[in-house]
């Protein structure tokens, strides 16, 4: 059989999935239709680039498990080092989180900076190739097993083929082609609109280097913010598409001042623009169940964003890559056989919780479109009760933010400290 496996795409899922699979197969062969080589900047294959990305303190330390050196190499580079709870405002339903030293450490760069850094250290790798400028067209199969990909190029063959083609994939279709039927999905149209204006960053002027404010129903609009590389902020403002954030200089920063709190409406009002704003519209959020098709390809794996595309606002997108990855590794040291079934059996553990905090949080509001449950209703209920505590005591936003980073399940808010800390913060005064 080939000891060659083809990973669908060269981007964050993609890069961690090859640096996995090199200690597998004698060859990894990265194919992406962009061109990945030359100066570190915006492609066409990742329209979202230009927009705040912030990796969760899980995706950092999974990353370094992977890749070695990324953390030191990503800062070398420019990125800026947060301690989350001490250096970032988080606005949750209206709350500020209560500021502190932790154990919560973040990068801040933007997505070409985190994206060409990651790309440098894997295909240096000899058992990595890359062939970029070549779109994947469909797979090729013999029976029930998957022998590789067709390419505008021609045909190349492969034992493992995984589809890391994100967003846009067609996985679905090239399955069906081969008489597979559709994985089923789960989606949730929350119809947001992101806008993104990057403007110089003094680092004397703020003493904070992100702001995360959470859309909620009572304000429905929220911002991603980190400081960037070369002395950057770079500042996204999320709205639903009824009533978009602008595009326009003026408009923007006048829309940030209906922020929960004045700090990043007050820095974007004095702060020096490097550009106009640019708009992003996010389409649904969609989980494939591969774990539940009757019938998959051996040889078959999805992904990053083509397994489980996530309302961005919740930055878990890169962590989820990075845990899935991580899982390829677990699964293939266990042994080759009947792989496609086992990897997307644990995959969907790891995709489950990270799905749940995000489109729980979405479906609090009316309009969007999804399944809700009773059980969410009453958790979402305990967590605006959460967030209130979490404004005076900083355990309580510990935790929180260590379950929003991927640290810790949901169910690590109901224990009984945390509980009590709730309780007692309804009635506590702040300070
Ligand atoms: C606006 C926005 C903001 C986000 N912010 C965050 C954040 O703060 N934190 C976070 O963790 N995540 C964030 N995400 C999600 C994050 O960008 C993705 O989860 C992450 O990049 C992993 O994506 P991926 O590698 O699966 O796919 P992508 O990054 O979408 O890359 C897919 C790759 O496949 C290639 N490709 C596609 N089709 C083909 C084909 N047929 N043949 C060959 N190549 C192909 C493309 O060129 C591209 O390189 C955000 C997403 C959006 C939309």
């Known amino acids: 059989m080939e000891n060659r496996a083809i990973v669908i795409g060269g981007s964050i899922a993609g890069?961690?999935?090859?640096?996995?699979?090199?200690?597998w197969f004698s060859e990894v062969l990265i194919i992406d239709r962009d061109q990945l080589s030359g100066p570190v900047t915006h492609r066409k294959g990742t329209p979202q680039s230009k927009h705040a990305h912030g990796l969760l303190a899980r995706g950092l330390k999974v990353i370094e498990e992977l890749v070695p050196g990324y953390s030191a190499e990503l800062i070398a580079r420019g990125a800026v080092s947060a301690d989350l709870l001490g250096d970032v405002l988080w606005y949750n339903d209206g709350h500020l989180v209560r500021r502190g030293p932790s154990d919560l450490d973040g990068l801040m760069a933007s997505r070409p900076l985190i994206e060409s850094t990651l790309r440098d250290l894997v295909t240096v790798q000899p058992e990595v190739k890359v062939l970029d400028g070549v779109a994947v067209t469909g797979l090729l199969a013999r029976g029930d097993r998957l022998t590789g990909v067709r390419t505008e190029d021609g045909e190349y063959a492969a034992s493992l083929v995984v589809d890391a083609s994100g967003r846009s994939n067609r996985g679905e279709a090239w399955l069906a082609e081969l008489g597979y039927a559709a994985a089923p999905e789960d989606v949730v149209k929350a119809g947001l609109m992101y806008s993104t204006r990057q403007y110089r960053h003094d680092p004397e002027a703020q003493d904070f280097t992100g702001v995360i404010s959470g859309h909620y129903p009572a304000n429905p609009v929220g911002c991603g913010v980190g400081a960037n590389e070369n002395n950057t902020w770079l500042v996204t403002l999320v709205g639903f598409t009824d009533d978009p954030p602008p595009a326009l200089p003026g408009a923007f920063e006048d829309y940030a001042a209906r922020l929960d709190g004045p700090e990043l409406h007050r820095?974007?009002?004095?702060?020096?623009?490097?550009?106009?704003?640019?708009?992003?519209?996010?389409?649904?959020?969609?989980?494939?169940?591969?774990e539940n098709c009757e019938r998959l390809p051996e040889g078959f794996v999805a992904t990053g964003d083509s397994l489980c595309c996530f309302n961005p606002a919740y930055g878990q997108g890169m962590t989820i890559a990075a845990l899935t990855a991580q899982w390829l590794g677990e699964c293939l040291e266990k042994s080759s056989d009947d792989l496609t079934k086992r990897y997307f059996r644990g995959a969907a553990k790891l995709v489950g919780p990270a799905w749940e905090l995000s489109t729980s949080a979405d479906l609090r509001f009316p309009h969007v479109e999804g399944k809700r449950s009773t059980m969410q209703k009453v958790l979402n209920g305990y967590i605006s009760y959460l967030h209130r505590a979490a404004e005076k005591d900083p355990v309580v936003g510990?935790?929180?933010l260590r379950v929003a980073n991927l640290l810790a399940g949901p169910q690590s808010l109901l224990a009984p400290k945390i509980v009590w800390r709730v309780v007692r913060g309804q009635f506590r005064p702040a300070g």
Not at 15 to 23: C, P
Not at 284 to 290: E, G, L, N, Q
């Open 267 to 290: 820095m974007v009002s004095k702060a020096d623009p490097l550009g106009d704003p640019v708009r992003f519209r996010i389409g649904p959020s969609v989980r494939r169940r591969y």
């Open 398 to 400: 510990l935790q929180f």
């Open 15 to 23: 890069l961690l999935t090859a640096q996995v699979l090199r200690r």
